[in-house]
């Protein structure tokens, strides 16, 4: 299985009082990570709005919590694509430090018209490069 490589450096905002990253913040790390990975497949997401009306949210998360991540250290988030389907896409997100994986999560993503907001099938052009990721 493919996947995708970010690092992440955990700045001082990230963390809580005791510098230990705050749990909702992870949530960011992978969301940059997910965002990064469609740039680098050619997919910017603001394109894919103004020229097909095509918007990525987020359907549902699954996160395990394993180990805390502090402040000033790189991680690095893994991002692979384990399903694909005509609107939506999942992918699993491993967050590391060093090589100790900290925190896991699932992801369920769904393509949304950008007028009605309903479920939409993904563009053609995305669908076949995200087919090479399986």
């Known amino acids: 299985m493919k996947s995708f490589a970010w690092p992440i450096r955990v700045y001082y905002e990230d963390t809580d009082a005791g510098n230990v990253v705050y749990h909702a913040n992870y949530l960011?790390?992978?969301?940059?990570?997910?965002?990064?990975w469609l740039r680098a497949l050619g997919f910017e997401?603001?394109?894919?709005?103004?020229q097909q009306q095509s918007l990525f949210v987020v359907r549902q998360l699954h996160i395990d919590y394993l180990q805390s991540a502090y402040f000033n250290q790189?991680?690095?988030?893994?991002?692979?694509?384990?399903?694909l389907g005509k609107a939506s896409f999942s992918v699993r997100q491993n967050l590391y430090h060093n090589e100790r994986l900290l925190c896991q999560?699932?992801?369920?993503?769904?393509?949304?018209?950008?007028q009605h907001r309903r479920p939409c099938a993904i563009p053609a052009n995305v669908l076949e490069?995200?087919?090479t990721w399986l």
């Open 105 to 114: 999560l699932d992801a369920k993503i769904v393509c949304i018209h950008d």
């Open 45 to 50: 997401q603001d394109q894919l709005r103004a």
């Open 129 to 131: 490069e995200l087919n």
């Open 74 to 83: 790189l991680l690095n988030c893994e991002t692979s694509l384990t399903h």
């Open 28 to 36: 960011h790390f992978f969301e940059r990570a997910r965002t990064e």
